[in-house]
């Protein structure tokens, strides 16, 4: 039995005194330590230009690091790497494309290249690393042609990815300049996991319209990349959280001092809240218009609700992301301006990251959670916000119907987020719910996110790659010499 060998962008190495990883981190490091694998993938740091490493051609060697029964592999990237790969098209390209905002999406075939250059350094330093009998699970929009770029070095090992945000269908990912190719880089997988039924069938539509390839009857695509005939198997495999874990977590955060400090200063007002990383696909002007459309449609809220808005800063090295900061804190003081009270501000904007047993106390706190992306592939504060309820007396869940998370979660209000009225109704209902129908509403929420846990998506992602048929050319690769 071989190992599981994960790469993802960022490898974040734990570190001495350093507080819990989420939920997914953990899922991934248990099913690393059970299969006894390795974790690779960039570093977090930046290289000088000057180093015999950066020049063309030259291989990247791996830093290794073993930590609590996990090998690390790491390697640090190139300042104009992390511009053009990283910056340039992984997150101005891929990233807004992928969550259908055409209008934001910036293309530079330099950084097409660097993000090329960057996926074949990936193969080249991991490649020396793997055994035959190895199954490599890539994650994520930044790594889509890695498998390409091992095919082409020869690697025989199975590999599958799974793409954590949403994949449109080809009337959208035609805008990009290098669809085609991008969609012939993801042959060279033998499993393509998505989070939702709405992006396999994007998937399977771009394939079809984008390729001409024809799915077939088990949900397979048959086509060359590499000079090789690859069949790619696409499913769905909605990732969870730990919900036991958060809800331990939140259970005892009530008792902390943040979250006494935040209830006692709310003077028995209701506490609506929302957390996410500052990204424009998170709808954030969008929900802040929705609550003053609360307010200004529903006046029997004025004073009696509070909304508390935690958005942790993110790639402010983006221009789009630094224009949504300054939007933000005009509009939160434009609302407070509107409608605060000497004694009651009704928005409380923290842009910064707050502890994750904070959050999740917050979480706990709140009657409402508002989560409203405009588009995203699943949404994991969602589900955790259902998980840190009080079974006793659970809050509401107000979330978007573009939330992968809205395919799973019947039990929330389901909501348009760019209809502010909408918003406003969703949460004057959600403030307004009787127990009964809140705790029965929650209940069915909290039964799937049992199910579903990030542990249960890990092991049935491998268990589906694993299971599929071996292409023939691992046979060559045990005995070389038939080729
Ligand atoms: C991508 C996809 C998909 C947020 N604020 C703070 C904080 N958070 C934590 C949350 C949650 C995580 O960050 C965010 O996860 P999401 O799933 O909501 O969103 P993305 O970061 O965009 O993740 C997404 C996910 O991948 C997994 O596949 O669901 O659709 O876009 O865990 O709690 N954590 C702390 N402080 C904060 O202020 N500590």
């Known amino acids: 039995m071989g190992r599981v060998v994960v790469v993802s962008n960022r490898v974040a190495v734990p570190r001495r005194g350093e507080p819990a990883a989420g939920g997914l981190a953990v899922a991934l490091k248990d099913m690393l330590k059970a299969s006894g694998g390795l974790w690779f993938g960039w570093s977090g740091e930046t290289r000088p230009e000057t180093r015999p490493e950066t020049r063309a051609g030259a291989t990247l060697e791996p830093r290794r690091q073993r930590s609590a029964g996990i090998d690390y592999a790491t390697i640090d990237l190139s300042e104009a790497d992390l511009k053009g790969f990283y910056a340039g098209y992984s997150n101005n ?45 890539i994650h994520d929009y930044q790594l889509i042609p890695m498998a390409a770029e091992l095919r082409a070095l020869g690697a025989k090992q199975r590999i599958g990815f799974f793409l954590h945000i949403p994949f449109p269908p080809w009337a959208v990912l035609s805008a990009l300049p290098d669809a085609e ?39 397979g695509v048959r086509g060359e990349v590499a000079g090789q005939m690859r069949r790619a198997q696409l499913s769905a495999h909605p990732i969870g959280i730990d919900t036991r874990g958060f809800a331990t977590l939140a259970r005892k955060a009530a008792y902390g001092p943040e979250t006494q400090r935040l209830a006692a200063s709310l003077g028995g007002r209701s506490l609506i809240v929302g957390a996410e990383r500052l990204d424009y696909t998170k709808g954030l002007p969008h929900r802040m218009r929705g609550f003053a459309a609360l307010l200004a449609r529903f006046p029997e809220h004025l004073n009696k609700v509070t909304y508390l808005q ?58 409402v959670g508002l989560v409203t992306p405009l588009r995203d592939g699943m949404n994991l504060v969602a589900k955790e916000y259902v998980a ?9 869940l107000v979330l978007s119907s573009f939330a992968g998370a809205a395919e799973s979660m019947e039990g ?68 070389p010499a038939r080729n």
């Open 181 to 219: 190719r991008l969609l012939r880089d993801l042959l060279a997988y033998d499993l393509i996991g998505v989070q939702t039924r709405r992006d396999l069938s994007g998937m399977l539509n771009c394939f079809q319209d984008g390729l001409g390839l024809v799915p077939d009857a088990t949900g």
């Open 93 to 137: 390209t891929l990233w807004p494309l992928f969550h259908f905002r055409l209008g934001l999406m910036e293309y530079d075939r330099r950084e097409a290249a660097s993000y090329r250059k960057v996926n074949r350094d990936f193969a080249q330093a991991l490649l020396p690393l793997l055994g035959p009998e190895d199954t490599i699970w």
């Open 310 to 367: 935690v958005a942790a800063r993110s790639r402010n090295e983006v221009a789009s992301y630094r224009n949504l900061r300054r939007e933000l804190d005009q509009l939160a003081g434009r609302i407070n301006g509107d409608y605060a009270e000497f004694d009651w501000t009704p928005v409380r904007y923290v842009a910064r990251a707050v502890a994750r047993d904070t959050l999740a106390g917050f979480y706990r706190a709140a009657r």
């Open 412 to 479: 929330a209000l389901l909501v348009n987020p760019l209809d502010a009225e909408a918003v406003a109704e969703q949460l004057d209902r959600a403030l307004k719910m009787p127990l009964a129908e809140r705790r029965e509403r929650w209940d069915s929420m909290m039964r799937g996110l049992e199910e579903q846990t990030a542990t249960r998506w890990a092991e049935s992602f491998l268990a589906e790659l694993e299971e599929l048929p071996i292409p023939e050319q691992d046979v060559f690769w045990e005995t």
């Open 388 to 396: 840190a309820q009080d079974p006793d007396d659970p809050g509401v």
